[in-house]
């Protein structure tokens, strides 16, 4: 990272961000392009959960090539000044690197399912048999993260 007096080292700080996310955009490889999309998430113990169709062009990717790149961002005012140069945001921000993996087990995509839905509820939550053969959900073991600030 360019400017250390940004970054966000600690690990409790990376997550405190994540958790207070709605949206995280998550980055495939599009032949020679890149594709991003933005998606609810789930997130524990070092891994991201996402869920969707079973057909779709962020399905076909993933398999093509499960490196995938996802970013998470708060942004909380827009610092204004007179020069245009001068303006600013004061934001949090993590990016990271990971693998995604597509769960298969009923047990698991349950599971999975429970934490994305615990990013939004405190509430528990059913999933009939019949949902989760007609859902995809893709694991994200996380390699590597950044994250940094301004404004704080």
């Not at 949206?23 to 113990?45: A, E, Q, S, W």
């Not at 600013?88 to 599971?111: L, T």
């Not at 528990?124 to 994200?140: C, G, R």
Request: include cysteine; hydrophobic fraction near 35%.
């Amino acid at each position: 990272m360019r400017r250390k007096d940004k970054e966000i080292s600690d690990e409790s700080g990376i997550e405190a961000i994540i958790k207070k996310t709605n949206v995280c955009r998550l980055g495939m490889v599009n032949g020679n392009k890149p594709y991003i999309v933005p998606l609810c998430f789930g997130y524990h113990d070092n891994v991201l959960y996402f869920h969707g169709s079973l057909k779709g062009r962020k399905i076909d990717l993933i398999r093509k090539n499960p490196n995938v790149c996802f970013e998470f961002d708060l942004i909380t005012e827009t610092i204004e000044s007179e020069n245009a140069c001068d303006w600013s945001m004061k934001y949090q921000s993590v990016i990271g690197f990971g693998k995604a993996v597509f769960i298969e087990s009923s047990n698991e995509k349950r599971k999975a399912l429970s934490i994305i839905m615990g990013q939004y509820s405190d509430r528990p939550f059913q999933f009939p048999e019949n949902m989760l053969k007609a859902t995809a959900v893709i694991k994200v073991e996380i390699e590597s993260m950044t994250s940094k600030h301004s404004g704080f």
